[in-house]
């Protein structure tokens, strides 16, 4: 079965450059979900879209902004990069955003050096 | 959130016993639950799900016990095995319209041969 697919799986970006993360969900999922996660941390949601619109905004920085296009992928753009945004990031994908379960991609692991 | 560090809850346990892992949720509004898995480098592994109004559920070896009362989940893995060696998290979403998942905080399986 398809599963979300996230590019690129690394990325190695220094301080103040800026990253494009792309996700694309499981086919007819209309929903997408951004989520980072530090060593040794639980997932931390960032934000989320549901039929192109954003649905939900968690602790996603300022510098950072994303969006979801017309054939449902999404991007998590991330300007002015600091050490600290070194981490996994996951997106997910849901059929609907009422109580379905998420399907998680296998994350795109940046490093800020 | 709050920083755990890498040193997550660890249960260890031998092949073929059976395992239950606890967690805790926040939220006394959340109404579904899920369960995830996740391996070293990969994203979380959908397990099993629960809506508010029921007590328990079991999948295939899983089982997921909830108690709202104290606010309270498990998961029971019967005859564990070398490959569930991972890290599992409890996740909770709110019945507020839309899905926005919010794990707690992991528990490390190992499982020795």
């Known amino acids: 079965a398809a599963g979300v697919i996230q590019s690129p799986r690394h990325l190695i970006k220094e301080k103040r450059e800026t990253a494009t993360l792309k996700c694309y969900p499981i086919?007819?999922?209309?929903?997408v979900y951004w989520y980072q996660q530090g060593p040794g941390q639980d997932p931390q949601f960032l934000i989320s879209?549901?039929?192109?619109?954003?649905?939900d905004k968690g602790s996603i920085p300022d510098r950072f902004s994303a969006q979801q296009f017309s054939d449902y992928h999404s991007e998590l753009n991330m300007s002015s990069l600091e050490l600290g945004d070194s981490a996994l990031y996951f997106c997910?994908?849901?059929?609907?955003?009422?109580?379905?379960?998420?399907?998680f991609g296998n994350g795109t692991r940046l490093t800020v050096t | 959130g709050e920083s755990v560090g890498l040193h997550l809850p660890t249960l260890s346990v031998q092949e073929g016993d059976n395992s239950i892992i606890n967690c805790a949720y926040s939220?006394?509004?959340?109404?579904?639950f899920i369960w995830y898995k996740q391996e070293s480098g990969k994203g979380p592994q959908f397990i099993i799900d629960?809506?508010?109004?029921?007590d328990k559920r079991q999948g295939q070896r899983v089982t997921v016990l909830l108690n709202k009362t104290v606010k309270h989940l498990s998961l029971q893995i019967a005859a564990t095995q070398p490959g569930d060696s991972a890290v599992y998290f409890c996740?909770?979403?709110?019945?507020?319209?839309?899905?926005?998942?919010?794990f707690g905080k992991g528990t490390m399986l190992l499982v020795s041969p």
């Open positions: 997910a994908s849901s059929l609907g955003r009422q109580n379905s379960p998420l399907h």
């Open positions: 086919p007819r999922h209309d929903t």
């Open positions: 879209f549901y039929e192109k619109m954003q649905s």
């Open positions: 939220n006394s509004a959340s109404d579904y």
């Open positions: 629960i809506r508010s109004n029921m």
């Open positions: 996740a909770e979403i709110m019945n507020s319209g839309y899905s926005t998942l919010t």
